[in-house]
């Protein structure tokens, strides 16, 4: 109520409008969210009741009416305990409280960085395979027999020198030091002594002095005594020593040397390996043995070598944060770590072949198959990724890249290149090399030959091989000229010219293959036809099976009889003949 000066009430009514929060205090204490609207004040509405829900208007007693009272936390209102307001539940279980801001970025701090530092080990395992990429590529050194020769130097006995009775005894004159320089030449020389750098000086020149002369008296006493002359007989017992074990290790070498000339397989695989092993120092830290099989009746080389696992290139491109704070890897395209796997296996191909013919100086090998097989724990077999057939000349040509070659430095791939561009795989595919196209898909490729016994049968022989045995067998029968038309997996067409006189004279077309069919008759008519073609004398059909009755009967027919026909027992014969090396049965 409103009172005028003297007191008396004026009739009029005071409303009492809460301070601002008033309600959310009451709500806060009480332990419940407040559900009230924000007051008129904070809304930007025109300020109302206690309630804030609108301005006043007359009511029906000349009052102001502030519309429909709203319950509050003091005062319910009949229609609380229906609704399950605050009048009659329990104020203290009110709803969960809101996640704290801070927590939530402390906790996406977190993962950031365990991302980070998931994706730097990622690239610590990119890092790795580019390294070994480098060191794969190095030149390999010739281990040769010249390389491994032992030189033997004599270490002179420590006490030789001149006599006792020659050398005099130390004098302190020889060791004292020059006298301080002073700044004042009126100074008198004591006062020169006190310099502390020249006390140094002095002090360990007596050290000096008495070290030598300690030296000079020890020698002396030891002169002609009995424990020196058994010194000296040990040291030159062990000089004789270390000289002989040299002496027998060049001689060892040396025979060695001359096993290996006569193409004998123990000496020729114990170098192969030799060489091989000193090839794998580079990559100590990626294990690739490689075994050798040699095989004298066509001087070629078969080498086993054991890839690295498949899992040693990485199969991620790091980590990623996702907007739910999940860390989510990134994969590789499956191609690109296909390529970087195959190309360090060509790195590794190649470092092989290398070693074998740099180490073969005196040109023994006439080829090299290599192998590359995959050996995995839960495989029943190995599985071979790439297989690589070559000869000589083709060995000659091959050469690893040195390190800082142009590709491995561009910009826009990194360490890495694409297959058909990698220099190394470009050169192994050059060599003829049958490469598998996915590695990780476990495509493997057929061997060009196994290094199985040292005495093998036409079918394991690879295309060189068999190139090479049909070449000698008819130069050592007087064909020379050798000239190779068309050569595939199962065969070759050849021509040569035979010297008069001797064994096979004339020009001859020679069609050597092997296989279990039997040739057939339409073989000869084509061979007589090539013969024609290439206006030669005579032909020769060569084949490691045999013929068919057919092709028997038109070769002594009067039209074919310029044609020659050779069988299994007929090679085989040949190579004990013209080799007096033996070639097993057919399998």
């Known amino acids: 109520m409103q009172h005028s000066a003297d007191g008396r009430s004026d009739g009029s009514t005071t409303v009492r409008v809460p301070q601002p929060g008033f309600l959310a205090s009451v709500f806060r204490d009480l332990g419940v969210d407040e559900a009230a609207e924000p007051d008129a004040a904070a809304t930007g509405r025109p300020g109302g009741g206690p309630a804030g829900d609108g301005p006043a208007r007359p009511g029906p007693a000349g009052g102001t009416d502030q519309g429909t009272p709203r319950p509050s936390a003091t005062d319910p209102g009949p229609d609380a305990a229906d609704a399950g307001g605050p009048g009659t539940a329990d104020l203290g279980a009110g709803a969960p409280d809101a996640p704290d801001p801070e927590e939530a970025v402390a906790a996406h701090a977190r993962a950031a960085a365990l991302t980070h530092h998931r994706t730097v080990t990622v690239q610590a395992e990119h890092e790795r395979l580019a390294e070994l990429l480098r060191r794969a590529a190095l030149p390999v050194s010739a281990m040769d027999f010249e390389s491994q020769l032992r030189h033997y130097e004599p270490r002179p006995y420590p006490a030789d020198g001149p006599g006792v009775a020659d050398v005099p005894e130390p004098r302190w004159e020889d060791f004292a030091p020059a006298g301080p320089a002073s700044a004042d030449p009126e100074s008198s020389p004591s006062r020169r002594l006190l310099d502390s750098g020249y006390q140094r000086e002095l002090a360990g020149a ?69 060489a091989l092993a000193a090839a794998e120092t580079a990559t100590q830290d990626l294990p690739a043995p490689c075994r050798a099989v040699f095989r004298p009746l066509t001087r070629t080389a078969v080498l086993d070598l054991d890839l690295p696992p498949l899992d040693l290139v990485p199969s991620l491109a790091g980590y990623r944060l996702a907007p739910d704070g999940d860390i989510v890897p990134v994969p590789r395209p499956p191609a690109d770590r296909a390529t970087d796997y195959l190309r360090l296996v060509a790195r590794l191909a190649l470092r092989a072949l290398q070693a074998a013919d740099a180490v073969d100086t005196d040109e023994i090998l006439a080829g090299v198959v290599l192998n590359g097989w995959l050996r995995e724990p839960d495989a029943a077999e190995p599985l071979c990724l790439v297989s690589v057939d070559a000869d000589r000349d083709a060995l000659a040509r091959t050469r690893l890249l040195p390190p800082g070659t142009p590709y491995e430095d561009r910009d826009d791939e990194g360490v890495y290149a694409d297959a058909e561009q990698d220099e190394a795989l470009v050169r192994l595919r050059q060599l003829g090399a049958a ?153």
């Open 206 to 274: 007596r050290l000096a002095h008495q070290r030598a002369l300690r030296q000079w008296r020890t020698r002396r006493a030891e002169a002609g005594s009995p424990a020196a002359d058994e010194s000296r007989r040990a040291h030159e017992a062990a000089e004789e020593a270390r000289a002989r074990a040299v002496r027998e290790y060049n001689e060892s070498l040396e025979e060695c040397r001359r096993a290996y000339r006569l193409a004998e397989p123990a000496a020729v695989e114990s170098l192969l390996e030799r």
């Open 435 to 587: 490469v598998t196209p996915d590695p990780y898909d476990r495509s493997g490729v057929r061997p060009a030959a196994r290094a199985g016994a040292t005495v093998p049968a036409a079918p394991d022989l690879s295309a060189n091989e068999f190139a090479q045995l049909v070449r000698d067998l008819l130069t050592r029968g007087g064909i020379a000229e050798w000239s190779v038309r068309l050569r595939g997996p199962a065969g070759l067409v050849a021509t040569g010219e035979g010297a008069p006189g001797s064994a096979l004279p004339g020009r001859w077309v020679v069609w050597a293959s092997r296989g279990p069919e039997p040739v057939a008759a339409e073989e000869l008519v084509t061979l007589a036809e090539a013969v024609d073609e290439e206006s030669a004398e005579r032909g020769l059909r060569l084949t490691t099976g045999r013929f068919s009755d057919e092709a028997l009967d038109l070769a002594a027919a009067d039209g074919h009889r310029h044609i020659h026909l050779v069988d299994g027992d007929g090679v085989r014969e040949l190579a004990r003949t013209h080799l007096g090396l033996p070639l097993a049965v057919g399998r």
